[in-house]
């Protein structure tokens, strides 16, 4: 498990992380979203022993991560800005990597270049954006290690290596509990992936939720009510969001499931339905009540 505790980081003036406080599970996608300049670099860089933290501490299983080779040997870095040797091929920097992660495996990582169409001699200088997006995910993911750090992973691949991607991240969290650690400023890339999502805004956690968890207790409900009756009047609903189109009004609502059911039912509507939210509308709602605007963060 990887725990921040009252992590801080300052570039002169200028807080970077603000703060913050996070658990991350072992075995779960964890979706760091936030704007450019929110601070999800220098977090991950503080996770990775980059950066060492101004004030608090950043953990893996209880042992800090800064100057700790035993613990730096636990995870792969994917950055943003990735790195590869300047006139270096693929093949060389898979040498690189069994020279520094025992467990690499070259025949899976040879493999995986052949299904992605990238030439394992061809200088990696000469790779498109995308392709070196590619590259970085199958070094990470066959140093087999316990943790991938993944810093704008999905921006610069075309939806078909998105799925791709996230097919094996899935396959290798099922085979050996990996726990990939994203982050991004597009929400919806995490849409289909994530077992749990924090919002990091200004340097700090404005919000971080389980799914499972907020799904259950989140409900959308489109309906039609009994002439004269408005969404507001429902009782036994607490009601975080109404609209109306003419006769249909659709309600975000907060309560288990059958909570919510028995208390429509109970109004005798001449129609009603539960529709799942999707990831954007449950962090819309829960910003919302919090007071902010994720729309103009995130999206």
């Not at 933290?53 to 870095?77: A, H, L, M, S, W």
């Not at 520094?100 to 200088?123: H, M, N, T, W």
């Not at 704008?152 to 085979?175: C, H, I, W, Y």
């Not at 009540?289 to 994720?294: F, P, S, T």
């Amino acid at each position: 498990m990887i725990e921040a505790k009252n992590l801080t980081k300052k570039f002169d003036s200028i807080v970077a992380v603000d703060h913050i406080d996070a658990r991350i599970k072992d075995g779960c996608v964890f979706g760091l979203i936030g704007t450019n300049g929110a601070g999800k670099s220098t977090f991950l860089r503080m996770a990775c022993g980059v950066l060492k933290p101004d004030e608090g501490t950043i953990q893996i299983d209880g042992e800090d991560v800064y100057e700790n080779t035993k613990v730096k040997g636990r995870f792969f870095y994917i950055s943003d800005d990735q790195f590869f040797f300047g006139n270096g091929t693929p093949q060389e920097m898979m040498t690189f990597y069994k020279s520094i992660y025992p467990s690499f495996d070259v025949q899976r990582a040879c493999g995986l270049l052949e299904s992605f169409s990238l030439d394992k001699r061809r200088k990696v200088s000469t790779f498109s954006k995308g392709m070196k997006k590619q590259l970085s995910v199958i070094l990470g993911l066959c140093a087999n290690t316990e943790y991938l750090f993944c810093d704008e992973t999905f921006d610069g691949l075309d939806p078909v290596m998105r799925q791709a991607v996230k097919s094996l991240f899935a396959n290798d969290m099922a085979e050996r509990n990996l726990t990939p650690i994203i982050a991004s400023h597009n929400l919806r890339e995490l849409e289909d992936i994530c077992d749990h999502v924090g919002i990091l805004h200004k340097g700090g956690i404005l919000l971080s939720k389980d799914l499972d968890d907020m799904k259950l207790n989140l409900h959308k409900i489109q309906c039609v009510l009994r002439p004269g009756m408005e969404a507001g009047e429902i009782p036994g609903l607490e009601i975080l969001k109404t609209e109306r189109r003419g006769s249909l009004s659709t309600i975000t609502v907060r309560g288990t499931r059958e909570e919510v059911e028995a208390a429509m039912r109970s109004c005798e509507p001449v129609f009603f339905e539960a529709i799942p939210l999707s990831l954007e509308e449950i962090f819309i709602s829960e910003t919302e009540v919090a007071g902010y605007d994720v729309k103009k963060l995130i999206f």
